[in-house]
């Protein structure tokens, strides 16, 4: 039996050990220990969602529609977010195993290979954007693309070689905080406060009526919220973690937690760049440093600044947290090694692929005249494209009473999980339907 032991079995017992302790233990302030010990994969992939092309497309929002519908509407994404993210905490507490190995074992041996090679190919194209917001939010900065790729690419590897979940998980954690520069930035923007409440209990105004433009924005925005990589990085993520069946109530709190920090991040890039529309500025084809470089009359030099740092920081926390859900999916499919806890003899394929995915994305972004901005958008609304079967696997197992047991899911759950995956099929037909037939919408 002792031969069966790993030393990545050995790391999650030390922290699964400290978390028997605190709940053995007494004190004032042990509940507090405790959330800090089991918060973690909800924080990180919320605000890990909140990446590059995220705030990008936030930036674009605010400046192309100003304060109005989309404050409301991008609170409803998160909200849509949580409602999927929860299931997947209960998926992976329960049953110990990740997304992608799931599927393999109650769907079969095709549909496992094939969520994999999905999920790595969207990857691929999502991480080619983080490192475009690395490139971007350093530029301002006048740092050369590839000195700001290459060095995002090295955090990444650095991070990772720490080869202890705990740690990984900490740095990235430190690094993603950051993702609230952009709540100071919108302060020095000056929203209107009255105009503020009024949109979010009017979802208006919306400048220009619905258009091809307004629904490209739409989707975008629902694809910088709701995507499949999610859905694999955070189920792994709880398993590499060691959470149980007992910490699920803290799951939640780590979910909604991340839901509501990364809401208050993209709420306020959307405030932060509201002056652009309020002064006529045309940024249909702003980079990161672009609106950096934008937004200074408005909010001064330490407010572009922020924003840039803002737009980095994005970019290099998705390129942590995306290659690793890339990682996870192939080790669970294939059966090998699939834990940050492994070493790295044990673990060279997990940390192979995790590594590889991250480098040819960054060499991708420095092809010269590659349409950037483009890119950007298009990615996110694939993803949303990319959704639906994706919730319609997670849906099948949370509903799966054999592997599930009381964690199924129960009629309020479905109830909404079935909600969100409408409303996600509902915007890929509008999309679709507006995008071949632009006659149907206003000029």
Known sequence: MHS??????????????????????????????????????????????????????YAQTGAIYGVGFFLPFIALTFAMAFVVQEMT????????????????????????????ADLVFGNLLTLVTEFIAVRAGLG????????????????????VLTRRYWTWERIT???????????????????????????????????????????????????????????????????????????????????ALGAGLAAIAAIATVLATAPLFAHHVDASSFEGAAFAQALMPYVGKVGATLFAIGIFEAGLVAAIT????????FGEVTGSARSLNSPLREGRLFYAVLIAAAAIAAALVLIPNAPLVFIVLIVNVIAVLAMPPAIVFLLLLVNDREI???????PMANFFGISVTILLVLAGL??????????????
Request: proline share 5%; no cysteine; net charge positive.
């Open 89 to 116: 905490v209960r998926l992976g507490a329960v049953t110990k195993r990740g997304h992608a190995e799931l599927i393999y074992a109650r769907f079969g041996r095709f549909w496992g290979f094939f969520a994999m």
């Open 404 to 410: 599930m047991g009381k964690h199924a899911n129960g």
């Open 4 to 57: 069966d032991i790993t030393v990545e079995d050995i790391k999650r017992a030390g922290d699964r050990r400290r978390v028997h302790d605190l709940r053995a233990g007494q004190g004032r302030t042990r509940s507090l220990r405790l959330l800090w010990l089991l918060i973690g994969p909800g924080i990180l992939v919320m605000l890990g969602e909140n990446d590059g092309p995220s705030m990008i497309s």
């Open 173 to 255: 954690l430190g690094f993603a905080i950051f993702n609230l520069i952009f709540v100071p930035v919108a302060f020095m923007a000056h929203p209107v406060s009255s105009q503020v409440v009024r949109a979010f209990f009017t979802w208006g105004p919306l400048p220009g009526g619905v258009t091809a433009g307004f629904i490209l924005i739409v989707m975008s925005n629902i694809g910088a919220t709701v995507t499949p990589w999610m859905l694999f990085f955070q189920q792994s993520a709880v398993v590499d973690k060691g959470l149980t069946a007992a910490d699920i109530r803290h799951g939640r709190i780590d979910t």
């Open 322 to 329: 995306i290659s690793s859900s890339s990682a996870y999916a």
């Open 140 to 159: 301002f900065f006048g740092v050369p693309a590839g000195i700001a790729v290459l060095g995002a690419l090295l955090v990444v590897v650095a991070v």
């Open 430 to 443: 509008i999309f679709g339907i507006t995008t071949i037939f632009p006659h149907l919408l206003p000029s």
